[in-house]
């Protein structure tokens, strides 16, 4: 009988899990499932791109079906709850059992519970990077402010990242002059959590482009009718369009789950192989495990955390396949509007202790000809889940 495993999640974790236990585990061997709300991948480092009118949707997201072709069964619907003592996945009405579970559902958005959240536009989905698009293609002039509503969000360098994303495309339709840029962060200077290493010349960069920073600023509320960012201790920043991370938490059936998080609400997991501590055929990755094992949330840890979990799913169904040790480099092939960055990090000892203030990175040059790594990256993301180009 071949092994029932489910996937939760067809994202970078997820998907790229299935795609990997695929090429590793005949079909006769194991019955992979993976299970999605969205019924689909998107390569959601470019919903950047999207939000300026660089991407089409089209172009960076997949629709599940396409396992099919590899072999793959896909269900698109919500996971309610998971009940590892009985190895059974609820979806709406419908039950489904496992041998092994991998576990890669990322985060929930949840703008409701901040103050005055439902007047700011993000990108850190589709839908949003549509509606910014458009609220960016009206915009004429006045004042940007990019800013985050929780310590942990997508991407920690992306608020950055985008200003001067920004400041390219104000540049290009013209009217730069009229725009100001500001990006108002809890870090106390810009991508401050990387170290001085890569902090250092991004401050440089802001500063060149006329981007203005409001560091260790903890946004405690938006008021919308005023048009004001509100502070911890009450400092206001004004804006005409605030671009504001939503609120990130577990998704529902992780947090009241005592078997499947830690007491931070997130998902929990051993950082060798991403077991669960006390359910040996239950493993999580990704996004939703970052706050537990004290790293951020980026696709590159989900994609080297699959490569290890689904070595060890691998193995433990066929027996005799050698496990891939889990990589805890962290490469970011950045944009900085008018040049493309490389920078990677290693946070093996951020991993083994929290207190570490930041990962050992290093910078590995910016340049124009460095924008492509990003649509290079974007490509063999969706193939190498789908086996295919798309
Ligand atoms: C704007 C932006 C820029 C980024 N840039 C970078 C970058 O340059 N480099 C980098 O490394 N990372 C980047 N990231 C972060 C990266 O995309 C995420 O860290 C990565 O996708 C996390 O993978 P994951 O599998 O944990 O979650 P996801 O990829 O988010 O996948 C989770 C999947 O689970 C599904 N799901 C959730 N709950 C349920 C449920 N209850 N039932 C069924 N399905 C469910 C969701 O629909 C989703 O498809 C960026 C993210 C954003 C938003």
């Not at 919903?47 to 960076?60: A, D, F, H, K, M």
């Not at 005409?240 to 938490?249: G, K, V, Y």
């Not at 490569?307 to 480099?329: F, K, M, R």
């Amino acid at each position: 009988m071949p092994k029932k495993v489910v996937i939760v999640g067809a994202g970078a974790g997820g998907g790229l899990t299935a795609s990997r236990i695929r090429k590793t585990v005949p079909e006769g061997q194991a019955e992979i499932t993976v299970i999605d709300k969205t019924g689909r991948t998107d390569f959601q480092p470019s919903y950047t791109l999207v939000s300026l009118g660089n991407r089409e949707p089209s172009q960076i997201s997949v629709s599940m079906d396409k396992f099919a072709k590899t072999g793959i069964r896909s269900v698109k619907g919500e996971v309610t709850e998971v009940d590892v003592r009985n190895r059974m996945v609820t979806v709406g009405t419908q039950k489904i059992e496992y041998d092994t579970l991998v576990l890669s559902p990322g985060v929930k958005f949840d703008g409701k519970s901040f103050p005055g959240y439902d007047s700011a536009y993000h990108f850190w989905d589709m839908e949003n990077s549509i509606a910014l698009r458009k609220k960016l293609s009206e915009f004429r002039g006045g004042k940007i402010v990019l800013g985050v509503t929780t310590q942990m969000y997508k991407c920690p360098p992306v608020p950055w990242e985008m200003a001067m994303m920004l400041d390219d495309y104000f540049r290009a339709r013209g009217i730069r002059d009229r725009v100001e840029i500001t990006v108002a962060h809890w870090a106390r200077k810009p991508m401050a959590m990387f170290g001085p290493v890569i902090s250092d010349p991004v401050g440089r960069w802001l500063e060149e482009k006329g981007i203005k920073t409001i560091d260790g600023f903890k946004l405690t509320a938006i008021d919308g009718e005023g048009q004001k960012l509100v502070g911890e201790s009450g400092e206001k920043v004004d804006y005409d369009l605030a671009i504001i991370a939503p609120p990130h938490r577990p998704p529902d059936f992780v947090s009241g789950n005592a078997d499947l998080a830690s007491s931070s609400g997130w998902l929990d997991s051993n950082a060798k192989n991403f077991r669960n501590r006390s359910y040996d055929d239950v493993y999580a990755i990704g996004d939703a495990i970052a706050p537990s094992i004290g790293i951020g949330m980026a696709g590159v840890f989900a994609h080297f955390q699959a490569d290890t979990a689904a070595s060890y799913v691998a193995g433990d169904i066929i027996g005799s396949y050698d496990p891939v040790p889990y990589n805890t480099l962290g490469l970011c092939a950045s944009d900085t509007g008018d040049a493309g960055w490389i920078a990677y990090c290693d946070f093996r000892h951020k991993i083994a202790d929290a207190r570490t203030p930041f990962p050992d990175c290093r910078s590995m040059g910016r340049s124009r000809i460095l924008k492509v790594a990003h649509a290079i990256y974007e490509k063999y993301f969706l193939a190498s889940i789908y086996g295919g180009w798309y």
